[in-house]
């Protein structure tokens, strides 16, 4: 009786003892007792879950022959937490007709044979397997003292065999010194004792409290690992791929495959194998069977959160509350600081890094084209798992990583799997029915043969099972076979007092957001825990939970269930019977995590505008949302905006009260709200003033000397930034940087602050004053963090672009030579960081007119971002361009117009209305020029103009240069009137 509960956070216990005597005390419990030792547990991230199956065994589950065997199920599926109470009654005992209607009750639970024949009753079989024979539980007894006064039918009958039996059973229990045992007097008195003792039990097992959300995603992960290394069997050549790739060159591999065939179990029984004996440090994320919903920002912060663990990276090892899976709301700052964090270990140990089920991914922000990964430096390897026609395939065949596809198990192999698998639930079949099962062509999925042999093992009626097997085997694609899997439960599960039960069980999963807990879905189906215990039992393969929710383990499932129950019609229905549920929980105070997740969701599923603005104007949910997911937050306001920008007003937080709120806690919210306004572009002045409010806060409320207030000013910093406002993007960094050199000025941070001005200088054309701050950070770096560190190559390789702003070639170069050497040693010579160097000591070279150095550089630099990138790259279009730039300037003027072409392919792509796009047209334009086709050039460079004109505006410096390359096309036409009608607008612009 093996669960992962423990691991996952979990306490499921089942109640034991005799049902109507003892119903008082199970209604006490259920209304008084366990929903504080829910809230209890909820403080230490916990989930508890008492299975109070509320129904007579002897009277409703043994007509169906069922009752014993959902109970000792049950009980696996809940061990090892047990609570047994007694009274005076023994209790009713299994019938010989239910065991005959139910005969492989027999082969599974052997040991229940003895218990049946010596007369047991169903709650002496549940003590004894679930506490007293194996010793092994987290158990309670509570037996009602003698003397209470209970009715007559509440008690066995003085000198019965019954009375002797259950006297057998008090003493067995009160013998053994395993497990507690108390006598109560009151329902009270028994209420007092399982809070204390169910505390007591929480706080041993679970004692640090409330866990990381770093802790709690690694117990998933971990979890999910598990749930996949059962009944496995291994084929030699899927370990030698993954062997042979860990002692290659090859930076990437790809395992693909159909959806079932075994991807994550090959990756979860090779971990398990070779964990241990590996060279180097692994993080494993199971990207579709996780609490980060597949949202590749989580995914990159638990990659950030995780090497910050494993190399130490914290300032406390021990403090993993440090850390927080809620990303960066600027993705490309976040693919940064992964970028500096693979950097800086690279030199190090060797990382493995596997993702399996890319193919998960939430499609948003093209999530798929993975441009959200850094590169991964030499010593980091990667393991990528999707299915073969995904849009990540598509990424990863053009980067030219090794692909290896999974083939199904040869029949031989599926042979043995049947008989394992069967044989792990005392069951078999004949050599001829393993033989047709395994050679069919949809039992070549690992998932789809899985699933026949659950519907086989609970089939009862032995005669009927080659019909039965040639009804699954006349499925004519996987999607039908699982509709008739879909028919079996209906037949099975659907009761008369409830119309409709599995339907709406697994509609209401398929509308929520992430699954529904299973207190939710009782309260939303109104059904009695038995219907659910035994539904559950049947589809447990297909179900998964993640933090505490039920959701669907496949798409196959997934699928089959929409086609089947779902219309726009009923979907609607289900979204209503969520949305009334929430509503009568927040009238009740229960403003959980959980409603914060669901309400909203459900309310711009169901376009419910009005409610969905009112629930988000609640300080407490903005706050809780967008430190969750701002993104998400996010997709709702852009709803609202989208439907009624001048009803639905993010201005109005402005006018919320804040009278239960300290002062920090409000500056804290004004600059989230303010960032949140800014990240999503909406409105720059509007976050500007949610920014000023926390500026003012923070100067009343801790002075102008805090850093707090230090990190308002650089945040109003990069809202004026963001806004094209330079000089104010100075003048607030700078007070922001005064505040840093007083803390002290030999640190990072304010090396960051040193930068921030940098950009600002260099955004105001102001080099030389961009270069010394530039050096500022440079020396900083070169003291706090050597000669040898990837940011020190970065901030040489900065100066060296400022030196080259600045027309100081030869000083350019010895910078940009600095860096590459630094890049060459940590990154080696086939990393995008390295490329970047060969390009710009090419620039430098080009400018210096060495062009055979430049063009030697260049084309160091394309053969990297060609290889790694692919050929639609921007870096790769922008080293194309330079490579054809070089070959002009050669007079090779064929390869310059054959490179410049290159480029503007990739461009196009992208999009037409760019600036770079612009400059791609005027490269070809001016190749043209140099061969004396001007009609050609004139039609290049006007598609420049046209571009520079609509984008950067008629008086922009770049938009008077292409005035002029026109200019002088129609002088050298011998059209002079159109040449000077071109030069007098480049003057213009130009004084302008």
Same mark, same amino acid.
């Given at each position: 009786m093996k669960t992962n509960l423990i691991e996952n956070r979990q306490i499921r216990i089942f109640i034991s003892s005799t049902f109507r005597d003892m119903q008082s005390e199970r209604n006490y419990l259920v209304d008084k007792i366990f929903p504080t030792l829910k809230r209890y547990c909820q403080e230490r991230d916990v989930t508890l879950i008492e299975l109070d199956l509320r129904w007579g065994i002897s009277e409703d589950a043994s007509k169906q022959g069922k009752a014993l065997e959902i109970c000792l199920q049950e009980i696996d599926n809940t061990h090892p937490f047990f609570i047994g109470l007694l009274g005076y009654r023994y209790g009713s005992m299994p019938s010989p007709e239910e065991i005959t209607k139910n005969p492989q009750i027999l082969e599974r639970y052997s040991l229940i044979k003895s218990y049946l024949s010596d007369g047991r009753s169903f709650t002496d079989i549940e003590m004894q397997y679930g506490a007293l024979h194996f010793g092994d539980a987290n158990a309670y007894f509570y037996l009602r003292s003698p003397g209470v006064v209970v009715p007559k039918d509440f008690k066995e009958e003085a000198g019965s065999k019954e009375e002797s039996k259950l006297n057998l059973l008090k003493e067995q229990i009160g013998s053994q010194d395993k497990y507690p045992v108390r006598n109560y007097t009151s329902n009270e008195e028994l209420g007092r004792q399982v809070e204390a003792d169910l505390k007591e039990m929480t706080d041993a097992l679970f004692p640090q409290g409330r866990l990381s959300e770093v802790e709690r995603e690694r117990l998933l992960q971990k979890a999910f690992l598990k749930s996949r290394t059962g009944v496995y069997i291994p084929d030699p050549e899927n370990d030698r791929q993954l062997n042979n790739f860990m002692t290659d060159d090859s930076s990437a591999l790809v395992i693909t495959g159909a959806s079932g065939m075994g991807k994550s179990a090959l990756i979860a029984n090779w971990i398990t194998a070779n964990e241990g004996k590996m060279n180097g440090k692994l993080i494993y994320h199971f990207v579709g069977n996780s609490g980060l919903e597949g949202d590749y920002r989580k995914i990159t912060q638990r990659l950030i959160n995780e090497i910050k663990w494993m190399y130490e990276l914290l300032d406390k090892k021990d403090e993993l509350e440090a850390l927080s899976n809620t990303p960066s709301v600027d993705s490309d700052k976040q693919k940064e600081e992964l970028q500096k964090l693979l950097l800086s270990i690279a030199v190090k140990e060797p990382l493995l890094i596997i993702l399996d089920g890319i193919n998960q991914l939430a499609e948003r922000d093209n999530a798929k084209l993975l441009t959200w990964l850094p590169t991964f430096p030499q010593n980091v390897k990667v393991i990528y798992s999707t299915l073969p026609n995904d849009a990540t395939m598509t990424v990863f065949k053009r980067r030219g990583y090794d692909v290896f596809t999974l083939q199904p198990l040869d029949v031989e192999k599926r042979e043995e799997l049947i008989r394992i698998y069967l044989k792990s639930y005392g069951k078999s079949l004949s050599p001829v029915q393993i033989k047709r099962i395994a050679s069919d062509k949809e039992c070549e999925n690992t998932l789809v043969l899985r699933t026949l042999l659950d519907e086989l093992r609970v089939f009862g009626e032995h005669e009927e099972i080659d019909h039965r097997i040639d009804d699954y085997l006349s499925a004519a694609s996987i999607l039908l076979f699982f509709d008739k899997v879909l028919t079996r439960i209906e037949s099975s599960y659907n009761y008369n007092d409830i119309t409709n039960f599995v339907g709406d069980v697994f509609s209401l999963i398929a509308v929520s957001?992430?699954?529904?807990?299973?207190?939710?879905?009782?309260?939303?189906?109104?059904?009695?825990?038995?219907?659910?215990?035994?539904?559950?039992?049947?589809?447990?393969?297909?179900?998964?939970?993640?933090?505490?929710?039920?959701?669907?383990?496949?798409?196959?499932?997934?699928?089959?269930?929409?086609?089947?129950?779902?219309?726009?019609?009923?979907?609607?229905?289900?979204?209503?019977?969520?949305?009334?549920?929430?509503?009568?929980?927040?009238?009740?105070?229960?403003?959980?995590?959980?409603?914060?997740?669901?309400?909203?969701?459900?309310?711009?599923?169901?376009?419910?505008?009005?409610?969905?603005?009112?629930?988000?104007?609640?300080?407490?949910?903005?706050?809780?949302?967008?430190?969750?997911?701002?993104?998400?937050?996010?997709?709702?306001?852009?709803?609202?905006?989208?439907?009624?920008?001048?009803?639905?007003?993010?201005?109005?937080?402005?006018?919320?009260?804040?009278?239960?709120?300290?002062?920090?806690?409000?500056?804290?919210?004004?600059?989230?709200?303010?960032?949140?306004?800014?990240?999503?572009?909406?409105?720059?002045?509007?976050?500007?003033?949610?920014?000023?409010?926390?500026?003012?806060?923070?100067?009343?409320?801790?002075?102008?000397?805090?850093?707090?207030?230090?990190?308002?000013?650089?945040?109003?910093?990069?809202?004026?930034?963001?806004?094209?406002?330079?000089?104010?993007?100075?003048?607030?960094?700078?007070?922001?940087?005064?505040?840093?050199?007083?803390?002290?000025?030999?640190?990072?941070?304010?090396?960051?602050?040193?930068?921030? %001005?940098? /950009? !600002?200088?260099?955004? #105001?054309?102001?080099? @030389? +004053?961009? &270069? *010394? $701050?530039?050096?500022? =950070?440079?020396?900083?770096?070169?003291?706090?963090?050597?000669?040898?560190?990837?940011?020190?190559?970065?901030?040489?390789?900065? %100066?060296? /672009? !400022?030196?080259?702003? #600045?027309?100081?070639? @030869? +000083?350019? &170069? *010895? $910078?940009?030579?600095? =860096?590459?050497?630094?890049?060459?040693?940590?990154?080696?010579n086939r990393h995008p960081r390295t490329a970047n160097s060969y390009n710009n000591i090419g620039l430098a070279y080009d400018y210096m007119r060495d062009y055979p150095k430049a063009l030697e550089f260049y084309l160091k630099a394309i053969a990297i971002y060609e290889r790694v990138l692919g050929t639609e790259h921007s870096h790769t279009a922008n080293s194309y361009n330079n490579i054809g730039s070089t070959y002009n300037s050669i007079g090779n003027y064929p390869k310059a117009l054959e490179y410049h072409l290159k480029a503007l392919a990739i461009c196009e792509r992208v999009g037409t209305d760019h600036p770079t796009t612009a400059t791609f047209y005027n490269n070809i334009g001016s190749v043209y020029k140099s061969m004396g086709d001007y009609p050609k050039a004139l039609e290049y460079l006007l598609k420049a103009l046209a571009i520079c004109e609509r984008v950067l505006g008629t008086d922009h410096f770049t938009t008077a240069m292409f005035h002029s390359n026109i200019g002088y096309i129609y002088e050298s036409m011998g059209n002079h009137s159109k040449a000077s009608e071109y030069y007098l607008k480049a003057l213009a612009a130009r004084r302008r």
């Open positions: 957001r992430a699954g529904l807990s299973e207190t939710e879905l009782l309260k939303l189906t109104g059904a009695p825990p038995l219907y659910w215990v035994q539904l559950y039992h049947a589809v447990a393969s297909h179900l998964t939970v993640k933090n505490g929710l039920i959701t669907f383990s496949h798409s196959y499932f997934r699928e089959s269930i929409l086609k089947r129950y779902l219309s726009p019609q009923n979907e609607q229905t289900y979204r209503n019977r969520i949305v009334a549920y929430c509503e009568k929980e927040l009238l009740q105070g229960n403003s959980s995590s959980r409603i914060y997740d669901e309400f909203p969701y459900q309310l711009h599923q169901s376009h419910r505008y009005e409610r969905l603005y009112s629930f988000l104007l609640n300080f407490g949910v903005f706050d809780y949302i967008n430190n969750k997911d701002i993104y998400e937050l996010g997709k709702y306001w852009r709803a609202l905006i989208n439907e009624n920008k001048e009803k639905y007003q993010l201005r109005m937080y402005l006018e919320l009260k804040t009278n239960n709120w300290e002062e920090r806690d409000i500056a804290g919210l004004y600059n989230n709200i303010g960032n949140f306004i800014g990240e999503l572009s909406w409105d720059d002045s509007l976050a500007l003033e949610y920014k000023m409010k926390n500026l003012a806060i923070n100067e009343r409320v801790l002075g102008t000397n805090h850093p707090d207030t230090a990190t308002s000013y650089n945040s109003i910093g990069t809202t004026y930034y963001s806004m094209g406002n330079y000089p104010k993007a100075l003048e607030y960094h700078l007070k922001a940087l005064a505040i840093c050199e007083r803390v002290g000025t030999d640190h990072p941070t304010t090396a960051t602050f040193y930068n921030n %001005i940098g /950009l !600002a200088y260099d955004s #105001m054309r102001d080099y @030389p +004053k961009a &270069l *010394e $701050y530039h050096l500022k =950070a440079l020396a900083i770096r070169e003291h706090v963090l050597g000669n040898r560190h990837p940011h020190t190559a970065n901030s040489y390789n900065n %100066i060296g /672009l !400022a030196y080259n702003s #600045m027309k100081g070639y @030869p +000083k350019a &170069l *010895e $910078y940009y030579l600095k =860096a590459l050497d630094i890049r060459e040693r940590i990154l080696g």
